[in-house]
């Protein structure tokens, strides 16, 4: 009997799919006004997402995770990959504020990324961009270009901006209009450890939703933004 | 003649299993007097009451299935608005009993129906149908994947003409069906072509040759040992295919041996070779000595020897074929 299920069917037989991929940007603000304390947080908040990611079965496997900073440069400091792959980068402080030019550069990589499952034949979950800001974006004319973009692809929920403000020298009034999904969480503590076991426990819920209907209300990335806009108040 | 014979097997995901919740999957195979009915569904995990409605939805598919397939192959009719409208009285009854919402009870649903002329399948949502043939496994039913992997069609979906996928056909040159739901497919189906793996082919071929039990076991072993391994989901699958038929070889084999084991049966070995083979083309599961009677024309005594012997050598034939019978007659 033993005999028979030994050889019933090879193990390397089987299909070698990919797990469904998560794809995470964390799109971050690295002008001088980070400097000190907020740089040096973010950092820690970063090491500690990657190592509570590491540390889940489920998020360890599905989650693709990439960095855009924006200063006055935007610069993509890491690219898609797992987090096997990964350590953890230190953002230094300096320069003006790029928003605008930090955003489109998410969502192209964002929409670029989703081109190379679909080419791959990979499964994805819809990217999630988590936009980090301490101050006043100093390319409005780019702001304005790449809100509607980003706006009617929230509408087709293929992609969700959560918008974090940090300390209190923001544009409140922008930064309420960043997304038409998820609402702006404003971080005075300049802690974000919270934020990040948070954003960590969202990517493993995604990472393990199966099939939902299509005409439910209440699907994964919507269950994510509401749980995000509860936690808001 | 063929022997058909059916397989249904479920796991639990490592999710589900993690969170205490129960496997929202439920699946059903049935075969009886020519007619084989496969169904599996999948529970959507964010209704809380999937698991109700995906055994729902395959009792009620499984029952209907059984009692209107003759109609449907010999009128070619259409059926899917009567099929999915008991699915969904029946789910409109628990949620009236139990005072929850019908949508919290949503599930996908494939099928497929065959008896040895015509078969008929179906498909909602993203569970897989395949076939099997001489040229391997084939996908004859799969959802095209859009842009929201999260979001799939259900029995409750609107309209049920653009959301279900059913086909009807001959029999010729099949040799086996298959249901999975999405979970089992990602361990047997590649994502990035939509064909079958290989050991896909492997639980057909090992359907022809093992025991019922034995092949029971195994996929069962199968199932939670390597292919839920794959996924955090719920796996179930589901499938038919034929049995081999014992070669003429064996068949002289048995005939001796029945022969050994009743002496007071007056008739030549020849005979008895004869009355044996229709006495196999006429069996069924559960065999019904009425029903071998009235097909194979074979006496009372005889057919009620005959399963005697049958059970006194612990094989089924339907399932096993009687390829062992040759090494028996060399240990005797």
């Known amino acids: 009997m033993n005999m028979a299920i030994d050889r019933f069917i090879d193990e390397s037989d089987l299909a070698d799919n990919p797990t469904p991929r998560t794809p995470v940007i964390l799109c971050l603000d690295v002008s001088f006004s980070m400097a000190g304390e907020k740089i040096k947080n973010l950092n820690k908040g970063i090491r500690d997402l990657y190592a509570s990611i590491a540390n889940d079965q489920y998020a360890r496997m599905s989650a693709d995770i990439a960095i855009v900073t924006f200063e006055t440069e935007v610069r993509l400091i890491e690219d898609f990959s797992t987090i096997e792959s990964k350590t953890p980068p230190t953002l230094q402080a300096k320069n003006g504020t790029a928003l605008g030019h930090g955003l489109e550069m998410a969502v192209n990589h964002a929409n670029a990324r989703k081109d190379a499952y679909k080419m791959h034949g990979t499964d994805y979950h819809q990217p999630m961009i988590f936009l980090m800001t301490d101050g006043k974006p100093g390319d409005m004319g780019k702001v304005r270009e790449v809100l509607p973009i980003i706006h009617a692809l929230e509408r087709e929920k293929k992609l969700t901006v959560f918008p974090i403000g940090i300390g209190s020298d923001l544009d409140e009034a922008l930064m309420r209009t960043i997304s038409v999904r998820a609402n702006n969480m404003r971080i005075e503590t300049v802690n974000f450890k919270d934020l990040f076991t948070w954003l960590s426990r969202s990517i493993s819920t995604v990472a393990m939703s199966p099939s939902e209907s299509a005409e439910q209300s209440s699907e994964t990335s919507d269950l994510i933004v509401k749980e995000w806009n509860d936690i808001l108040g | ?332």
């Open chain 2, 1 to 332: 003649m063929v022997y058909w014979t059916a397989h249904a097997s479920i796991v639990t995901g490592s999710a589900h299993l993690a969170d205490g919740m129960p496997c929202q999957d439920a699946v059903r195979a049935h075969q009886s007097n020519g007619l084989s009915v496969i169904v599996s569904a999948d529970g959507l995990s964010s209704c809380d009451n999937a698991h109700f409605g995906a055994e729902i939805t395959t009792k009620v598919t499984m029952r209907y299935l059984i009692g209107a397939f003759d109609g449907i192959v010999r009128t070619n009719r259409q059926f899917r608005h009567e099929l999915i409208g008991m699915i969904r009285s029946a789910h409109q009854a628990y949620a009236a009993r139990q005072g929850i919402d019908i949508l919290s009870l949503q599930s996908t649903l494939t099928f497929v129906a065959h008896d040895s002329h015509h078969h008929i399948l179906g498909r909602i949502g993203d569970g897989v149908i395949g076939m099997y043939d001489a040229n391997g496994v084939h996908v004859a039913s799969m959802e095209r994947k859009t842009e929201q992997i999260e979001m799939t069609d259900t029995v409750l979906s609107g309209n049920i003409d653009d959301v279900m996928d059913i086909r009807m056909g001959p029999m010729e040159g099949i040799s086996g069906f298959v249901v999975m739901t999405d979970g089992t497919a990602h361990a047997l189906v590649r994502r990035s072509d939509n064909t079958f793996s290989d050991a896909m082919v492997s639980l057909f071929k090992r359907l022809e040759t093992m025991r019922r039990e034995d092949y029971h076991a195994a996929l069962d072993d199968a199932m939670k040992r390597l292919i839920c391994k794959k996924t955090s989901d719920d796996c179930s699958i589901a499938l038919t295919g034929i049995v081999q038929a014992p070669k003429p070889r064996e068949l002289d084999c048995a005939a001796r041996l029945y022969i050994r084991f009743f002496p007071q049966d007056t008739n030549r070995g020849t005979v008895i070779r004869k009355d044996m083979k229709r006495f196999m083309d006429a069996l069924v599961f559960p065999a019904s000595t009425d029903h071998i009677k009235r097909v194979s024309g074979i006496s009372p005594d005889r057919i009620y020897r005959m399963i005697l012997f049958f059970e006194r050598i612990k094989w089924l034939v339907r399932d096993q074929g009687l390829h062992r019978l040759v090494m028996t007659e060399r240990r005797d």
